[in-house]
């Protein structure tokens, strides 16, 4: 079993950056790949990033491409979400996530395909 705490999430001007955490509990992170989701009011949840459980591979919504990367720590049990650029329509909670099977060796971009998540964190971008 994983758990998964974010931190990071705040209030920041457009053209500023962020940098989520994702810690996780359990022996077993390293074996996961991880994924960012952001969800706004009023809207379903969407897929922001994904890693291997390497780390040796990434994907990205086009709509953060470029500006957002997402990396992860495995010897600190952690996965990040650096966030540049910023725009007011990236105003979200943003949460991680844990994929359903150990060694995947393809990320996935569906909610369905995630297990264990965290509880959020907001992210507020004034224009």
């Known amino acids: 079993q994983v758990q998964l705490v974010e931190s990071g999430g705040g209030l920041v001007q457009a053209g500023g950056s962020l940098r989520l955490s994702c810690a996780a509990s359990?022996?077993?992170?390293?074996?996961?790949?991880m994924g960012w989701f952001r969800q706004a009011p009023g809207t379903e949840r969407d897929f922001v990033a994904a890693?291997?459980?390497?780390?040796?591979?990434?994907n990205y919504a086009a709509s953060v491409k470029g500006r957002f990367t997402i990396s992860r720590d495995n010897a600190k049990n952690t996965v990040y979400l650096q966030m540049d650029s910023l725009k007011p329509e990236d105003t979200a909670a943003y949460s991680c996530?844990?994929?359903?099977?150990?060694?995947?060796?393809?990320?996935?971009?569906?909610?369905?395909?995630?297990?264990?998540w965290g509880q959020g964190t907001q992210v507020t971008v004034s224009s």
């Open positions: 996530a844990a994929d359903r099977s150990h060694y995947r060796s393809q990320l996935r971009a569906s909610v369905g395909s995630y297990y264990y």
């Open positions: 359990g022996r077993t992170f390293s074996s996961y790949n």
């Open positions: 890693i291997t459980w390497r780390g040796g591979s990434t």
